[in-house]
């Protein structure tokens, strides 16, 4: 099976670096993936990391251990418009997708 | 280029009624993915379409679930009889999978059932 886990609630200040963790228990690793989701609204995709290192997609960058099966998203310069729900999943290809409980980031000024 | 499409955007229903719900792909995307959300939880796959093949349906509660892929499309998935522990928002996603380790996945804004 897989499982991951994910800090419930985080709260930043407007303009600070907050970091959002996830660990994960799967059998046969695909990658791990990170998506944001407003409320109300439909997740969407914000990066992809299948190797270890540190992705950076403007603001926003992804990290992955596959030793220490732990990742983080990184999110800088933080706007009031972050806050939302952030998921961690794993898998892909032709493996399911598994996705967190999410990270619920509110945004403070 | 239009996103996925949903419909209808919320459904009440009472317990035991049936209820349908409708999801049109972005176009070109073979990949469909039927998830339901729960309240503070992550998406969680019921079906997985590849083409009009259903490829991953272990999660799927076949006895009151079902769903369909007509030609590869369009998708319908349906519940019946509801009860009220189906209360949930029922995500639709595409993708083009052609192989290799990952697909991005493009979400619908969802349906929102409430069950009475």
């Known amino acids: 099976g897989q499982s991951l886990e994910q800090p419930s609630e985080v709260t930043a200040v407007e303009g600070a670096i907050v970091q959002i963790n996830c660990t994960y228990q799967?059998?046969?690793?695909?990658?791990l993936s990170w998506y944001q989701q407003h409320d109300g609204g439909a997740p969407t995709f914000l990066s992809y990391?299948?190797?270890?290192g540190l992705e950076e997609t403007g603001r926003f960058s992804s990290f992955l251990s596959r030793s220490d099966s732990y990742g983080y998203l990184l999110l800088q310069e933080l706007q009031m418009k972050d806050s939302a729900s952030y998921f961690c999943?794993?898998?892909?290809?032709?493996?399911?997708?598994?996705f967190g409980t999410g990270t619920k980031l509110q945004v403070i000024p | 280029e239009a996103g996925v499409v949903q419909s209808p955007r919320y459904k009440i229903i009472e317990k035991k009624q049936p209820v349908a719900f409708w999801c049109n792909p972005i176009?070109?995307?073979?990949?469909l993915y039927w998830y339901r959300q729960n309240l503070g939880q992550g998406p969680e796959l019921l079906i997985r379409?590849?083409?009009?093949?259903?490829?991953?349906d272990s999660q799927l509660p076949k006895d009151r679930f079902s769903a369909e892929r007509l030609k590869g499309v369009d998708s319908t998935l349906k519940i019946q009889p509801a009860e009220l522990g189906d209360s949930a928002v029922y995500l639709c996603?595409?993708?083009?999978?052609?192989?290799?380790?990952?697909?991005?996945?493009?979400f619908g804004p969802g349906t929102r059932l409430t069950v009475l």
């Open positions: 379409y590849e083409n009009e093949e259903a490829v991953d």
């Open positions: 176009s070109g995307h073979n990949t």
């Open positions: 999943a794993v898998g892909g290809g032709y493996q399911k997708v598994t």
């Open positions: 990391n299948a190797l270890d």
């Open positions: 996603a595409s993708s083009y999978y052609r192989g290799g380790d990952y697909n991005e996945q493009f």
């Open positions: 799967t059998s046969g690793f695909y990658g």
